[in-house]
């Protein structure tokens, strides 16, 4: 599976995208979504294109809910099927998610969710991998008593507590995402009994966009010190702010971050 | 004797308060913590390019499916549409 993104006046638009758009957008074609779909053979052939979103009359989207949409793709799907000449889907494949990579050991994975109840494709949790090194592990070393620590010396990870598909925090020109820049918060850092230390207190983040755009939650992070292995489980539950073109509006936010190795 | 209790149970309260503040911590993540059906995106073989994607589909003999998007902030791959 792949996804490319563009407008119509954009440069080395891929021939397939041409392909489509020539019949999208040609007068009379009746309405469409912003987004479409295709499959193409292993020769790299297009068998069947659709527009992702089921479109009524007057130019509206079906409701994303009610499972008009899985249906919708569902049919499509099963059409790009028997035009590959495949028989019935087998078994779904395994959850992949991202993993170390080559010459890493070990690291942090973290999972966000926003609960937008206006888009519900946002409930499906963002998964991103955060390599550690010695540098990025010392922070969570183990404390021989409470202390207070910044939020700043976890941002390796934090900087990965972001909602994926929240438009306006890209930048307008360059097109590229604002990247979470900025952890802050007093956190204590404790013991938790014999080989475990709880992390916790309320973290602020800040994006590259600027401005006073600011979302903040609570931190709580287990550690567990088990010979030479840190293993870590934790949550951050916080607001977040969207200020679209649909309004302004809080959500919830909720991260996860467990910690991976080889 | 008694004192020697005390005192031990005054030492441990603290760090079983402590404990009690860490479970409640590790139950909400198993509580939060996506399952397989949460994670039914990942189940997907994505590539990073349509180029990629149908050098990989060439060799290893399969289709590909392509999602276009007309939008400035289209990019599947941070999680954008």
């Known amino acids: ?262 | 004797m008694r004192h020697a209790c005390l005192l031990a149970f005054l030492f441990a309260l603290p760090a079983a308060a402590q404990n009690a503040d860490a479970k409640k911590a590790l139950d909400r993540f198993r509580e939060l913590r996506p399952g397989d059906d949460d994670l039914a995106m990942y189940r997907l073989d994505w590539a990073p390019t349509l180029e990629e994607a149908r050098k990989r589909a060439s060799k290893e003999k399969r289709p590909v499916l392509f999602v276009v998007i007309h939008a400035k902030y289209g990019d599947m791959v941070t999680g954008h549409c």
């Open chain 1, 1 to 262: 599976m792949a996804s490319w993104h563009g407008h119509r006046d954009d440069a080395d638009i891929p021939e397939v995208v041409q392909g489509i758009w020539k019949e999208k957008f040609r007068p009379g074609s009746g309405d469409h979504s912003n987004v479409d779909a295709c499959v193409l053979d292993a020769d790299g052939k297009v068998v069947r294109t659709w527009d992702a979103m089921p479109m009524k009359k007057g130019g509206r989207p079906e409701p994303l809910s009610g499972g008009g949409l899985a249906a919708h793709w569902r049919t499509n799907l099963e059409a790009a099927r028997k035009a590959l000449g495949l028989g019935e889907a087998g078994e779904a494949r395994p959850v992949s998610l991202p993993a170390l990579p080559e010459g890493t050991h070990s690291g942090l994975r973290v999972f966000t969710r926003l609960d937008d109840p206006g888009m519900p494709a946002y409930f499906a949790p963002i998964v991103e991998l955060v390599p550690m090194g010695a540098d990025e592990w010392a922070p969570l070393a183990r404390p021989a008593k409470k202390k207070t620590v910044d939020a700043s010396g976890f941002l390796p990870w934090l900087s990965k507590m972001f909602p994926g598909g929240v438009m306006e925090r890209t930048d307008p020109v360059t097109k590229r995402v604002y990247e979470v820049n900025g952890a802050s918060g007093e956190l204590t850092f404790e013991p938790a009994g014999a080989k475990f230390a709880l992390l916790h207190g309320k973290v602020t983040l800040t994006d590259s966009g600027g401005g006073d755009f600011s979302y903040s939650g609570e931190l709580r992070v287990v550690v567990e010190y088990k010979g030479d292995e840190t293993i870590v489980k934790g949550v951050f539950e916080g607001k977040y702010p969207r200020r679209g073109p649909q309004g302004g509006f809080t959500f919830d936010i909720t991260g996860v971050i467990e910690s991976v190795s080889k």
